[in-house]
Nanobody, 120 residues
């Protein structure tokens, strides 16, 4: 059974940092490209970042480029998202997955999400 479990979310002030983790099991983690998406309150899913199997080719949405860093540890079957310089519009539920986002709909395997709230 595929399992993806996100953690590390919470309440942080604008300008602060959080590190999200995604523990994976039930599939060949090291052979899977992975993504983070988020969903702000009342809005659809937004792709945030993706990473290839080796971790050498990360990609980012323009809205987070230069502030967020995606990484992976294939020995620990864990995906990370380091989020710096957080802004209120980064608020939302963050999901990790080995799927895609097409026309606002997620396909593939995704976790249950972790809440990130950026507020003073």
């Amino acid at each position: 059974e595929v399992q993806l479990v996100e953690s590390g979310g919470g309440l942080v002030q604008p300008g602060g940092s959080l590190r999200l983790s995604c523990a994976a099991s039930g599939f060949s983690f090291s052979y899977s490209a992975l993504n983070w998406v988020r969903q702000a309150p009342g809005k659809g899913f937004e792709w945030v970042s993706g990473i290839d199997t080796s971790g050498s080719r990360p990609s980012y949405a323009d809205s987070v480029k230069g502030r967020f860093t995606i990484s992976r540890d294939n020995a620990k079957n864990t995906l990370y998202l380091q989020m710096n310089s957080l802004r209120p519009d980064d608020t939302g539920v963050y999901y990790c997955g080995r799927g895609t986002l097409v026309r606002g709909r997620r396909h593939g395997d995704w976790g249950q999400g972790t809440q990130v709230t950026v507020s003073s």
